[in-house]
């Protein structure tokens, strides 16, 4: 319908356009017919007054057509003839009444090359005829006239031009002698009627046109209605809002076809949503509509009085898992979390899975983070419980990050960021736990950055260094081994503490290469200790979690090795029970066979400080057991401390493990350590860490303060006896 609507407004318009078009053309064509028969009659006229009038002095010579040529003088001469006369002014006054318009005669100037008026109807205003005048070349009847030929057309009057008829005067020997003009009036005037029509045409064409333009634009209003409707439509789908309903799908014609392709875009347009926003796994939002959420809620609180909690969580440990069940069994464990937080949060709440095991859930109307806090306890009360699958009880822990909009993040990155600092503030912290976002964890970021800068320039340029650490044995004070110890020396601060870099290594896994540098420091030196004869027992070098998992750790321990072509069995490799908490049990088992094939010394370090499992210490190939300071600090003041300490050495010794205790800062904790018969202690009642260069020096002034104990406690009984 609409295309035949814009068909017929087309054919209407031109077809005004041909009829005016045709009209005009065929009154400017009478126009020109009718002027040129008046001229035509006009110099008829004046031929036959002038012929008659003179009683036959002029001689007509008529065309083909009929029309006056020329008038011949019957005389030879043209100068009794061609001179003013009233007879002739009576003449030229009956030619300009009979042809409703003027009339001049003119007599030619041979040597002037002009023709020269003599005789007109043309009058001044108090009626007396106007002055002689002249036309020359310039004149665009002159060439006509010259040749002996009439001339029909425009010519100049006083400014204007007339439509004239000028016929030549010749005498009897062929000779231009003058000519005769008659004109029917202004050109212009003669057109006036054409004008006149034209305007009138033209205005009836434009009134007609003006009236179908408003009727077709109605009509195509009209018809254009439901394209509109239809475009708005198309606009809300194009901006991701689906449309309540699709108009117009009951239409039979073009307008029902494309409602019905809307319809079918809509439908489209779903399912293609759900497929780009939704979580395959647990049916929750995905990343992309989380960001796409995040989007708009920043929108709406810069420009509304909108406010909105940022929760983020995840769960400690939960790659083990997927490493103990399969993937399959972690999907149906994040299901489940998912059915989880859909409960406490509520449908208000735009909850999505934006990685492995990480949820994003928006609440709005939460700014001061309530809300948020009131259902973080409840999530992780219940996400704590176990999770009931047919391979068994599965336990996580989670933690939960809270940020506020807008007071936290005015935009899209820095709102995840923050609710990203805020969770990894909760995952620091001991068991399920959740944290709220302060300025205070930004500046913490910050500065780990800048110590991971530095770190990785110190490494670069060789800034760290080593100190080692003496282990003694308490009962004759002998050197047994030496702990490596890196140290990184600063400007302001003697030394950087090793508790404010080691974590930023682990976190941004310079951890490997510190591990490798300490590892070809420690080799190094050890070997140089072996050429200049110096008897250290084993080196002793820590060992992260992140490094042992490494597969090619034994490698790379062979490879140092032999690098520096030093015996296995004077290094020895530290790991904490931390290692136990995210690597499976045969994992480690084979690492450590392999370590042990090479013939290396393996010591598990801080004993008892955290997770600990006495199945590990009977079934994996540890050599040596350090227990952790905290057991040994005071315990020589407090016998219950003590009887735990014994416990421990003993618990080692039935083990067959070599014991080392750690933190000896007093005479007493020696004395201690020395009574249940330790292999080694080390602490800084000994010595402290030292440089390389002083390990020798150290341990003869420790020798040295032994023996002065010694030679006390010896003249201290001496006395004792005498008394």
Known sequence: ?????????????????????????????????????????????????????????????????????????????????????????????????????????????????????????FRTPDGNPEPAVSFGADHPAHARLAAGKPYVGPVPVHGRLRLAYLTPILALNGDVAGAVAVDVGWVDDLTLAEKRLKVRIFSAAAVILAVVILLGGMLMGIELRPLRQLAKTAEQLAAGTRPKDIPYTERRDE???????????????????????????TTAGNRAKYFSDLTETIRRTRTEAYTASLSHLDFKGFS???????????????????????????????????????????????????????????????????????????RLEPSIGIALLPRDASDVETAHRVAGLALRAAKDRNGA???????????????????????????????????????????????????????????????????????????????????????????RQAALWRREGFEFGQVSVNVSPIQFRRGNFANIVRQTLSAYDLPAHLVCLEVTENVFLDTGEQLILDILSELQTIGVQMSLDDFGSGYSSLSYLHRLPFQELKIDRAFLSGADQHPQKARLFKGIVGLGR???????????????EYALAAAHNCDGLQGFFCTPAIPADEVASRLAAFHRSLDEAAGNCL?????????
């Open 433 to 523: 736990q959740y944290d709220f976002f302060s300025p205070p964890l930004n500046e913490q970021v910050q500065m780990e950055m800048l110590t991971e800068t530095l770190l990785r320039t110190a490494l670069k340029t060789r800034q760290l260094t080593l100190h080692y650490q003496p282990q003694v044995c308490p009962a004759n004070g002998q050197l047994v081994g030496l702990e490596a110890l890196i140290r990184w020396p600063s400007e302001k601060r003697q030394f950087i503490p090793p508790s404010e870099f080691i974590p930023v290594a682990e976190k941004t896994g310079l951890i490997l290469e510190l591990g490798q540098f300490v590892l070809d420091e420690a080799c």
């Open 654 to 668: 039935s083990l067959g493990l070599r014991i080392i205790a750690e933190g000896a800062e007093t005479a007493g």
């Open 255 to 281: 307008i029902g076809d494309l409602a019905h392709g809307l319809a079918r875009a809509t439908d489209l347009q779903d399912k293609l949503q759900k497929l780009a926003y939704t979580d395959p796994v």
């Open 1 to 121: 319908m609409f295309r035949i609507s814009v068909i017929l407004v087309v054919l209407v318009l031109c077809s005004i356009g041909l009829v005016s078009g045709l009209s005009f053309q065929e009154v400017s064509n009478s126009a020109k017919e009718n002027a040129s028969i008046q001229i035509d009659r006009a110099a008829r006229a004046a031929v036959a007054i002038l012929c008659y009038g003179t009683d036959s002095e002029f001689h007509p010579q008529i065309g083909a057509e009929g029309q006056p040529v020329s008038l011949r003088l019957t005389t030879n001469t043209a100068d009794t003839v061609l001179v003013p006369s009233d007879k002739l002014d009576q003449l030229l006054q009956a030619i300009a009444q009979t042809n409703q318009g003027a009339a001049n005669l003119f007599r030619w100037s041979a040597d002037t090359a002009t023709f020269d008026r003599f005789a007109t109807t």
């Open 715 to 723: 003249g201290e009984g001496e006395r004792k006896l005498r008394a």
């Open 320 to 394: 083990k898992v997927n490493d103990a069940f399969g993937h399959q069994v972690g999907n149906r464990v994040l299901l489940q979390a998912y059915a989880r937080l859909a409960s406490i949060f509520g449908p208000s709440a735009q909850i999505a899975r934006i990685s492995a095991d990480d949820f994003c859930i928006l609440l709005p109307f939460d700014g001061k983070g309530v809300v948020a806090e009131d259902y973080a306890l409840k999530a992780i009360d219940l996400l704590s419980a176990p999770f009931q699958l047919e391979e068994g009880e599965i």
